[in-house]
Nanobody, 122 residues
Framework: QVQLVESGGGSVQAGGSLRLSCAAS????????MGWFRQAPGKEREGVAR????????YYADSVKGRFTISRDNANNTLYLQMNSLKPEDTAVYYC???????????????WGQGTQVTVSS
């Protein structure tokens, strides 16, 4: 069955860095757009970044542009999110997801991971 398993979350002070990973299995990973989303308590799920199937095209939300980098390793079915210069407002549960479309609409994503918590303290 399809599985997306995130890892790499944790607690960090403002200005610090974390690298999230998402291991995918059970579907043809290299054919799907992959995205990172986040959801803070009491807030709607927010699209953070997206990468095309081949990795050549990326998209970032304005809130993370210049600080976060999305990448993928199609040989190992793994997605990454390098997060630098973290801010307290980046605190959220981070999810990876797979879509057949170049979109940041969460309801158009077919597969989702269980999420990993990122906490940034000031």
């Amino acid at each position: 069955q399809v599985q997306l398993v995130e890892s790499g979350g944790g607690s960090v002070q403002a200005g610090g860095s974390l690298r999230l990973s998402c291991a995918a299995s059970g579907y043809t990973y290299s054919r799907y757009y992959m995205g990172w989303f986040r959801q803070a308590p009491g807030k709607e799920r927010e699209g953070v970044a997206r990468i095309s199937p081949g990795g050549g095209t990326t998209y970032y939300a304005d809130s993370v542009k210049g600080r976060f980098t999305i990448s993928r390793d199609n040989a190992n079915n793994t997605l990454y999110l390098q997060m630098n210069s973290l801010k307290p407002e980046d605190t959220a549960v981070y999810y990876c997801a797979a879509s057949t479309l170049p979109t940041m609409r969460a309801d158009w994503y077919n597969y989702w991971g269980q999420g990993t918590q990122v906490t940034v303290s000031s």
